[in-house]
């Protein structure tokens, strides 16, 4: 099982409250990428690791949002204070080496986290 | 301002045909231009990268093509199966003074009917 996991799978939370989304990435990948991928839409940016560090963290909405990867392996997307709007698929990437080294390297991508805000 | 253009946004075609989906950027300084495909309920997953030297790549039955004078791709289906069916998302990535950005198209639905 090499690949990008994600949990949970599917997150229903209340309007307010607290949510974590927690991603494996592929053994061995220093890069990682979190986006956001609403209903009908294209993946939208919103953080980009290499190795423990926020190389990128440019797309994240606002200060609700905040992502940690303390041992440049698992990573967890922290939202606060959740809106109906943050209602979305989660997405994380991997990749080897991360874009910054290598422009074309490749990126796998896990299967989401749906996130529905009530 | 840095945008993919697609389309279209959805087609239906009968197994067996062949089909071309278009992908227009405004992506600047550019960098790479990636083709993937999107089952719904997965996560994208890579088919080509083209980079500004590069005018076609091929992966199987996909095709992508590339003109970096008109920013535009393509990317060719033939001989369509069912399991095509999914969306297909171009990706183009671009050079700025911290590293690269990474702009998504919104993607074309592609539906293969038996």
């Known amino acids: 099982g090499a690949g990008v996991s994600q949990t949970p799978s599917n997150k229903v939370t209340e309007k307010g409250k607290y949510v974590e989304l927690r991603c494996d990435p592929i053994?061995?990948?220093?890069?990682l990428y979190w986006y956001r991928q609403s209903l009908g839409q294209g993946p939208e940016f919103l953080i980009y690791f290499q190795g423990t560090g926020a190389a990128d963290d440019s797309g994240l909405p606002n200060d609700r949002f905040f992502a940690v990867r303390p041992e440049g392996s698992v990573s967890t997307l922290k939202i606060q204070r959740t809106e109906r709007g943050d209602s979305a698929v989660y997405l994380c990437?991997?990749?080897?080496?991360?874009?910054?080294?290598?422009?074309?390297?490749?990126?796998?991508f896990g299967p989401g986290t749906r996130l529905t805000v009530l | 301002k840095n945008q993919v253009e697609q389309s279209p946004q959805s087609l239906i075609i009968l197994e067996g045909k062949n089909c071309t989906l278009q992908?227009?950027?405004?992506?600047?300084?550019?960098?790479?231009l990636r083709w993937y495909k999107q089952d719904t309920g997965r996560g994208p997953v890579s088919l080509t990268i083209m980079t500004f030297s590069e005018n076609t790549k091929s992966n199987g039955r996909y095709t992508a093509t590339l003109d970096a004078d008109t920013k535009q791709s393509s990317l060719h289906i033939t001989a369509s199966q069912l399991s095509d069916s999914a969306s297909y998302i171009c990706v183009v990535s671009a050079r700025n003074t911290g590293g690269f950005k990474t702009i998504f198209g919104a993607g074309t639905r592609l539906f293969v009917k038996a």
């Open positions: 990437a991997s990749s080897l080496w991360g874009q910054n080294l290598m422009s074309t390297d490749t990126q796998y």
């Open positions: 053994s061995g990948h220093t890069a």
């Open positions: 992908c227009n950027y405004t992506v600047s300084p550019f960098s790479n």
